[in-house]
């Protein structure tokens, strides 16, 4: 299981960053965790106004693990 996280950062400042975590998931599988990053970057540049989407990581759950 994966958790997308996505961290977008101020384009006036890429100091100033925020770190998003899907709450859709976890994702039983690498790949559809890592499109749901894609479309939470998509999201992201066009809901959150002067945040750019910089990188993202899926992130292993341990097992039990759900978020």
Known sequence: MFKAVV?????????????FED???????????EQRAM?????IGEMVHGMQPKMWRCQPLKKGMLS
């Open 39 to 43: 479309e939470m970057g998509r999201d």
């Open 23 to 33: 709450y859709r998931g976890p994702w039983p599988t690498q790949r559809q965790c």
């Open 7 to 19: 961290i977008a950062c101020a384009i006036a400042d890429p100091t100033a960053c925020i770190t």
